[in-house]
């Protein structure tokens, strides 16, 4: 385990005000799905306090890993936290995002950084996916609109194979 000269065991357990978060994403050609990341990203600013939180796709759309990693750099960051917005430990946790991480934390020496585990297993992931089951089948019942997932899609429907 490596220990960073001059930060206590206290500072390591918690992010604080020289900390940058970065929520990656895989990225997507459509923009509204995109936007959604930066949506969120608010919504976990404003519920955590955390000064430094940037958004990522890690490919297909801007802004990069680099370009958030510079940035939470230039807002005072001497330490990135990468936190992969992923379910499962899949391949783009495993090589893509801490190889691009890597590449861009080049350009910052002095400055640290982790790749977070992703979501993974949860039990308030149980609560989030029964709630859009919910919130869906009261949509096509008509008593609620689409959710910002699905508004505008014409996805949120009964399929029917007659």
Partial sequence: MAIQIGVSREELHRVGSRDGV?????????KESNLMLNE???MFR????????EPAHMELAEPSIKHAFSSCVQRGANRVIVCPFFLFPGRHWHQDIPFLTAE????HPGVSYIVTAPIGLH???ADVVNDRIKHCL???AGDVEECAVCAGTGKCRLYSQD
């Fill in 22 to 30: 970065i929520i990656v994403d895989h990225g997507s050609r459509r």
């Fill in 40 to 42: 969120f990203v608010v």
């Fill in 46 to 53: 404003d519920k955590t306090g955390y000064p430094i939180v």
């Fill in 104 to 107: 861009a934390a080049k350009g």
């Fill in 123 to 125: 039990e308030l992931i």
């Fill in 138 to 140: 009261s949509h096509v």
